[in-house]
């Protein structure tokens, strides 16, 4: 089966600029997550999708990152206006639930740099 | 607050040796825990998981033990093999408040290095 596709894979974009990323999941995995990997640390979930709603988004920084996923199939993660401090890969990942038991798929991730 | 901590951030074996990651945990709500290996440009791809109810589990080359009293797990690679040389990152799951959701929280990785 076709992993989860992520584009584009890198982004360099200046301060107080806007960017988009785009995540297609695996077929079939009702679950969606979008994380933020800093360099040094390990991936942080910034919202969590269960079909097209969302189950999870405490620590989505809700004033300037966006996120949907209409349909419940693709999703977009949007930024407006980027940080220097929001330089950091954003990855994809789905499942078919949400129980932990059930493995998450990542994508390749976007590499975002802001300047 | 980081509540998934693994304190070395490198490990170098040589090759068919054992190799030890170490993962420690604060959260004591964490029940389920999972290592995913990371090649670069790539996303983490599980590798083995181990719930709270049990203390080992193992899968070919790879086993997980796990310590509660001590809030400490490990993975166990034997042999090592170079193609293991990748960044390891340990993960906890807690059920998100109280409901059916679970939530993944990952420590900082520790990179391993297999030489042949």
């Known amino acids: 089966e076709a992993g989860v596709a992520q584009s584009p894979r890198y982004k360099i974009i200046e301060k107080r600029q806007s960017v988009a990323f785009w995540c297609n999941p695996i077929s079939g995995h009702a679950t969606l997550y979008w994380y933020q990997q800093i360099l040094g640390q390990g991936p942080k979930l910034l919202i969590q999708f269960q079909n097209n709603g969302v189950v999870d988004d405490s620590q989505l920084p809700k004033d300037r990152f966006s996120a949907e996923r209409l349909k419940g199939v693709d999703s977009t993660l949007k930024i407006q206006p980027a940080k220097l401090e929001d330089s950091a890969v954003y990855l994809c990942?789905?499942?078919?639930?949400?129980?932990?038991?059930?493995?998450?798929?990542f994508g390749p991730g976007t590499r975002l740099t802001v300047t | 607050d980081q509540q998934v901590k693994q304190n070395s951030p490198s490990l170098s074996v040589q090759e068919g040796r054992i190799s030890i990651l170490n993962c420690d945990y604060t959260?004591?709500?964490?029940?389920?825990f999972l290592w995913y290996k990371k090649y670069p440009a790539e996303g983490p791809t599980f590798l083995i998981s181990i719930s709270s109810i049990k203390d080992k589990n193992e899968d070919g080359r790879f086993t997980v033990f796990l310590n509660k009293s001590a809030k400490h797990l490990s993975l166990h690679i034997v042999p090592s093999q170079p193609g293991d040389s990748a960044v390891y990152f340990c993960?906890?799951?807690?059920?998100?408040?109280?409901?059916?959701?679970?939530?993944?929280?990952f420590g900082k990785g520790t990179l391993l290095t297999v030489n042949p």
């Open positions: 959260n004591s709500m964490f029940d389920y």
């Open positions: 993960a906890a799951s807690a059920r998100w408040r109280g409901g059916s959701n679970y939530k993944l929280t």
């Open positions: 990942a789905s499942s078919r639930g949400l129980a932990p038991s059930y493995e998450q798929y």
